[in-house]
């Protein structure tokens, strides 16, 4: 079979926030207010990228994986995820792709699984190591509960998962837009976008 090449696009969106702090605060030479701003930019901008790039409507903002990923498999029952319907997800996705796979989920489905799997007696689903069936775990609280029509879990190699962040972030200083509080404003922005460029690498659970 010979080789072809495609091409993927990674769009970009813009993401901003604005922090406003005290005048006195930033007259306060005991404050390290460059370090203060940066750790919360960075707490801000995280939060609201992995509800973007986990969730994300395309609609001035990135497409999220799980409207990018396909369905591996269905729910055997309505409204609710099972362990053998972990187990038809992790089989959906291809040998090459599976060995490097990590399940993507909520702590409220994780509970879930962890209950089914306590019920069963000795687990044979859950490792030691925090694994389910050998596969690492990574909670995220952006994915979706188990409900009809949902995507609560991801599963796959996540390294085909490409996030486009141009490095180029930028920060003014907004000292007009807060003066009758007499605080003063900084933007931070930057421009990020998600793609999964390999389709089957990564797959869905889709509750019935």
Not at 111 to 129: E, V
Request: aromatic share 8%; hydrophobic share 40%.
């Amino acid at each position: 079979v010979k080789d072809t090449f495609d091409r993927v696009n990674l769009d970009s969106y813009k993401l901003a926030a604005i922090i406003r702090v005290t005048s006195e605060l930033l007259k306060d030479s005991a404050i390290d207010i460059e370090a203060y701003l940066a750790t919360t930019f960075a707490d801000r901008l995280a939060v609201s990228e992995e509800e973007a790039f986990i969730a994300g409507d395309g609609v001035d903002k990135p497409l999220g994986l799980i409207h990018q990923t396909k369905a591996g498999c269905t729910t055997e029952n309505a409204g609710t995820v099972s362990l053998q319907d972990v187990l038809n997800l992790i089989f959906s996705v291809p040998e090459k792709h599976r060995r490097n796979g990590t399940l993507l989920m909520n702590d409220n489905t994780l509970l879930q699984l962890y209950k089914q799997s306590a019920a069963q007696g000795p687990s044979l689903w859950f490792g030691s190591d925090g694994t389910f069936f050998g596969m690492p775990i990574v909670r995220c609280a952006t994915m979706p509960d188990a409900q009809p029509g949902s995507t609560p879990i991801l599963f796959g190699d996540f390294k085909q998962v490409y996030i486009n962040n141009n490095g180029q972030r930028s920060i003014k200083r907004l000292d007009q837009l807060f003066i009758a509080n007499d605080h003063i404003g900084f933007l931070l922005s930057e421009r990020v976008g998600i793609k999964l460029a390999v389709p089957d690498a990564v797959k869905g659970l889709k509750v019935a």
